[in-house]
């Protein structure tokens, strides 16, 4: 008897729950709805222009596709392009340089924004602090092409400001574009410089919520602006500082190709081509639609697996994760 009286009321207990749940679910509709209103023209767009688009490169990479015949009629060969690609010549120079690429990133280019937002943030001058927030911001919004071209310009072994200094010296000119070993540096400072300003916005946004109640605290206990900036303001700033480094882990094998495809040549191939790069030259130069797709789901797959392993150390050795 007792069973069966556990039986009715967990049977009646449901009910009850579930028109919880949706009573509250539309209620926050009904709260929110303005919200979710601003939200669906972004999922229309992910959904038409990236889920989509992603379902119809998946199915890609497993056929050798002839854009004559289409998907129907193509011939399905299984993982045979991503085989072509693993026992490419080609294959590891394009992951080691990848793959060196975003170590330089993260060891360079990440923390520059934030030690950048940190040195702003001393600064107690508001004009000074807008004027220089606002010219670094400048070169996002310049356009990979002309970047490309001032750093010819400036690198030019005849007319570069670069080689002008130099020869000053009484040095020999150096042609910095021909030399393999010089491309990744190259690269990376230009990185730094066109995104340094745009980057430290999240970080400027995050300085702002740290409550200043504690750095008067601080002061009253005699604590300097060091100690301040260590034990208050890099804490403050920790959750964003993570969250940013699982979104970068996540693309490790994914480089800004634009930039590279203007500035490298065959003579700095074996530095400067990488697993992008390859992409482009086999989907779009050669036509290998299917190889390119191969290509681009093995870099989505070990994206994939790198920001999920990454969330899991993050969410075990801290108190900020993703999901």
Same mark, same amino acid.
């Given at each position: 008897?007792?069973?069966?009286?556990?039986?009715?009321?967990v049977a009646k207990s449901r009910p009850k729950v579930s028109g919880i749940s949706r009573?509250? #679910?539309?209620?926050?509709?009904?709260?929110?709805?303005?919200?979710? =209103?601003?939200?669906?023209?972004?999922?229309?767009?992910?959904? #038409?222009?990236?889920?989509?688009?992603?379902?119809?490169?998946?199915?890609?990479? @497993?056929?050798?596709?002839?854009?004559?015949?289409?998907?129907?009629?193509?011939?399905?060969?299984?993982?045979?392009?991503?085989?072509? @690609? *693993?026992?490419?010549?080609? *294959?590891?120079?394009?992951?080691? $340089?990848? =793959?060196?690429?975003?170590?330089?990133? !993260?060891?360079?280019? @990440?923390?520059?924004?934030?030690?950048?937002?940190?040195?702003? $943030?001393?600064?107690? %001058?508001?004009?000074?602090?807008?004027?220089?927030?606002?010219?670094?911001?400048?070169?996002?919004?310049?356009?990979?092409?002309?970047?490309?071209?001032?750093?010819?310009?400036?690198?030019?072994?005849?007319?570069?400001?670069?080689?002008?200094?130099?020869?000053? *010296?009484?040095?020999?000119?150096?042609?910095? !574009?021909?030399?393999?070993?010089?491309?990744?540096?190259?690269?990376?400072? +230009? /990185? %730094?410089?066109?995104?340094?300003?745009?980057s430290a916005i999240l970080y400027f946004a995050a300085l702002t919520g740290i409550n200043?109640?504690?750095?008067?605290?601080? &002061?009253? /206990?005699?604590?300097?602006?060091?100690?301040?900036?260590?034990?208050?303001? +890099?804490?403050?700033?920790?959750?964003?500082?993570?969250? =940013? =480094?699982?979104?970068?882990?996540?693309?490790?094998?994914?480089?800004?190709?634009? #930039?590279?495809?203007?500035?490298?040549?065959?003579?700095?191939?074996?530095?400067?081509?990488?697993?992008?790069?390859?992409?482009?030259?086999?989907?779009? +130069?050669?036509?290998?639609?299917? @190889?390119?797709?191969?290509?681009?789901?093995?870099?989505?797959?070990?994206?994939?697996?790198?920001?999920?392993?990454?969330?899991?150390?993050?969410?075990?050795?801290?108190?900020? %994760? &993703?999901?």
């Amino acid at each position: 008897m007792n069973i069966e009286n556990a039986a009715v009321d967990v049977a009646k207990s449901r009910p009850k729950v579930s028109g919880i749940s949706r009573k509250k #679910l539309k209620k926050r509709l009904l709260n929110e709805y303005h919200l979710y =209103l601003m939200f669906i023209p972004v999922l229309v767009y992910y959904a #038409l222009f990236k889920y989509v688009p992603m379902l119809g490169a998946i199915v890609l990479s @497993f056929l050798d596709y002839d854009i004559f015949k289409g998907f129907a009629n193509s011939h399905f060969v299984g993982v045979k392009h991503f085989v072509a @690609f *693993f026992e490419s010549v080609y *294959f590891l120079r394009l992951l080691k $340089n990848t =793959l060196l690429l975003n170590l330089m990133n !993260l060891l360079f280019v @990440f923390p520059a924004p934030i030690v950048f937002a940190l040195l702003i $943030n001393e600064v107690r %001058s508001r004009v000074v602090k807008r004027t220089v927030q606002t010219v670094s911001y400048l070169p996002h919004f310049v356009s990979t092409v002309i970047v490309a071209s001032m750093a010819v310009t400036f690198l030019s072994p005849s007319v570069g400001m670069f080689n002008n200094m130099i020869a000053s *010296f009484g040095m020999e000119r150096i042609h910095f !574009l021909m030399k393999p070993e010089y491309f990744k540096w190259i690269y990376t400072s +230009i /990185d %730094s410089w066109q995104t340094i300003g745009w980057s430290a916005i999240l970080y400027f946004a995050a300085l702002t919520g740290i409550n200043s109640e504690l750095y008067e605290a601080a &002061m009253v /206990d005699g604590a300097s602006r060091w100690k301040q900036t260590i034990h208050i303001t +890099i804490p403050g700033i920790a959750s964003t500082i993570i969250i =940013l =480094l699982l979104l970068k882990i996540g693309h490790m094998l994914e480089v800004g190709y634009e #930039l590279i495809l203007l500035l490298y040549n065959p003579t700095t191939y074996a530095t400067a081509d990488v697993i992008n790069t390859y992409v482009y030259r086999k989907g779009i +130069i050669d036509s290998s639609y299917s @190889f390119a797709s191969a290509i681009g789901l093995f870099q989505s797959i070990i994206g994939l697996i790198l920001i999920v392993s990454a969330n899991r150390l993050a969410r075990k050795y801290s108190e900020t %994760s &993703m999901w």
